[in-house]
């Protein structure tokens, strides 16, 4: 595992159940969470320990992570994949397939993050993994359905059946364009979904029939992405897009964040804070960047486009409202 974040932390110890030899190779990126992962055998955001059969390693250690690699999960987000991807190239070996299991779109360049490392590792094989897959309750070995995709069959094939359990259950797709959009374009929706949240709480009422409304819109703009950018529409509507999106409002960072603005917390405010706390809202860092890009394809998608207007334009929170008029 690159990257000691929680889902990489996650799956690390789910294969360490699973008999495999793992390591745990922490960057200069992960300096706030390595010495709790090294001393105390825990991730911050996680409930249980890190076993002692994964290996914790830090910066200098990149080449003994290496060694022997069959599979290399990358967990950087949108904004260090290809950072990272430059500081394990050297060090990975030319046959190792790679899985990638952050989300988002490379700033700018609006890459998925498949194809950043494969710019930067290439020819070596990308796996996507998407769908509903709370760290923590990995961590704790509770059930858990994801899906992997890649255009490559062998290595496609190789991962799956490397993480594949009772536990943990692993559907397979070549539809990396739609796996990876979902994972994209949820988290923006799930904020929205998060800001409604705050809304019926600041209200004393529970809005369900607006939540459910905006539910609906929601999958229909990331089926709407997907199609668009070369995906599948039923990729949206499985694990991937709607079961992903379900558990991300269920228990997710982006819908705490969306709640807090929908509460009356500025926006630039409460990420400060849950940043500084150690948490990641991948859809605050993603909502421009799906906003630019449906535009680059020619899509309006409302509820995006109001997340965008709520978080950057100070229009106020129950703008989100309007998505389904």
Not at 299 to 307: M, T
Request: glycine share 12%.
């Amino acid at each position: 595992m690159f990257g000691a974040g929680a889902a990489g932390t996650a799956l690390a110890m789910h294969l360490a159940r699973r008999g495999q030899d793992v390591t745990l190779w922490g960057s200069e990126f992960d300096a706030r969470v390595l010495p709790s992962l090294r001393d105390d055998r825990r991730h911050p955001a996680l409930p249980e320990r890190v076993p002692a059969a994964v290996k914790v390693l830090g910066p200098e250690e990149l080449s003994a992570a290496t060694d022997r690699c069959e599979l290399a999960v990358l967990g950087a987000n949108s904004r260090g994949a290809r950072s990272l991807a430059r500081l394990v190239d050297g060090a990975l070996p030319a046959d190792v397939t790679l899985l990638s299991v952050g989300k988002g779109l490379e700033r700018n360049t609006h890459a998925r993050l498949s194809q950043v490392y494969g710019e930067e590792l290439g020819p070596r094989s990308v796996v996507s993994i998407g769908g509903p897959m709370l760290a923590p309750e990995l961590a704790e070995g509770f059930l858990t359905a994801v899906v992997f995709a890649s255009e490559d069959p062998g290595a496609l094939r190789t991962a799956a059946d490397a993480f594949h359990s009772d536990s943990y259950l692993v559907e397979i797709t070549d539809d990396v364009p739609g796996v990876e959009l979902c994972g994209t374009a949820k988290n923006v929706a799930a904020i929205g979904l998060g800001i409604v949240e705050g809304l019926a709480q600041t209200l004393q009422r529970d809005l369900k029939n607006a939540r459910a409304a905006l539910f609906s819109q929601a999958v229909h703009e990331i089926a709407e992405l997907v199609e668009a950018a070369g995906g599948r529409r039923e990729t949206a509507l499985g694990l991937a897009g709607m079961g992903d999106l379900y558990v991300t409002i269920l228990g997710g960072r982006n819908r705490v964040y969306g709640e807090a603005v929908g509460l009356g917390g500025d926006p630039g405010r409460v990420l400060e804070d849950m940043t500084n706390r150690g948490l990641t809202v991948e859809g605050a860092e993603s909502v421009e960047d799906v906003q630019h890009f449906s535009k680059e394809l020619g899509l309006s998608l409302p509820l995006h486009q109001a997340v965008q207007r709520v978080l950057h334009e100070g229009v106020p929170p129950d703008h989100v409202l309007e998505a389904v008029r």
